[in-house]
């Protein structure tokens, strides 16, 4: 898959002086790529009968949208807070200075719901970790989180230790 390395764009000092972005639009603008994107997310996940995909704000849905219709799942939104228009569930966690929140339909998912959590990059695991608590506090049974990119060295699967976690490409 380091193949897929070279269609990702690396843009130093965004959003802030020190940090490399890791921007994948260059790879999602690539068909075979884009799709071949897909296919490894979705393939350590098919046939296990997972029900919904939830995708995280926001280059996160688009990897999990594609995941769900190739799993004939269905789709779920988690938002940074005050953009989903019903009634939620939040959930906040840690960043190096201060804190951010997540937020879900609170009737999104429930029991019996067989469930993937799909994101673009694993960093510090805190995004991830919301996420997964979010999917677990709505009584759902969590098959795995799956990533596009991790980034080793920040060392986030340390967060997720109790959840599987599949990531395309590492760094």
């Known amino acids: 898959m380091d193949h897929l390395k070279a ?16 921007d994948i ?3 999602l603008a690539d068909p075979a790529g884009f799709r071949e994107t897909i296919d490894a997310l979705t393939a350590p996940y098919a046939g296990q009968g997972i029900d919904r995909v939830v995708g995280i704000e926001s280059r996160g849905f ?28 939040g959930e906040s966690y840690a960043l190096e200075y201060g804190t951010d929140s997540l937020e879900i339909h609170d009737d999104a998912l429930g029991a019996g719901h067989r469930v993937l ?20 506090r709505l009584g759902s049974t ?20 109790d959840v599987p976690v599949t990531s395309v490409l590492r760094y």
């Open 117 to 136: 959590v799909v994101d673009d990059v694993l960093a510090t695991g805190g995004t991830a970790r919301a996420a997964v608590n979010l999917v677990q």
């Open 62 to 89: 688009i990897l999990a949208a594609a995941v769900a219709d190739r799993l004939g799942a269905g789709f779920v939104p988690i938002r940074k807070p005050g953009k989903l228009p019903s009634t939620t569930l």
């Open 142 to 161: 969590l098959h795995g989180v799956a990533f596009l990119i991790e980034l080793d060295f920040l060392k986030g699967r340390e967060k997720l230790a």
């Open 7 to 22: 269609r990702i764009r690396h843009v130093p000092d965004f959003p802030k002086p020190g940090i490399l972005f890791y």
């Open 25 to 27: 639009t260059t790879l």
